[in-house]
């Protein structure tokens, strides 16, 4: 009994309007994230062949 008491009183000390808050927020986050996707990934891929560019076909023929 004590024990359902003790959870009671700890969910009536979370601040609802700060709950509601964060979770409009990451929905909005994540709303933004879906629709830029094709931007972000494509962002992404340029970022890693500035980092570690693709060998000329000349060195993956010599390769194989």
């Known amino acids: ?3 359902l008491q ?8 979370v601040p609802v309007g700060q ?3 964060t ?9 933004v994230a879906m629709f830029f996707r094709p931007l972000l990934v494509g962002i992404g891929r340029a970022a890693v062949l500035t980092v570690r ?3 000329p076909k000349t060195h993956l023929v010599k390769r194989s």
């Open 1 to 3: 009994m004590t024990l």
């Open 6 to 13: 003790t959870a009671g009183a700890a969910a009536a000390a």
């Open 19 to 21: 709950v509601l808050r």
């Open 23 to 31: 979770a409009t927020g990451l929905a909005l986050l994540g709303g």
């Open 53 to 55: 560019p693709r060998l």
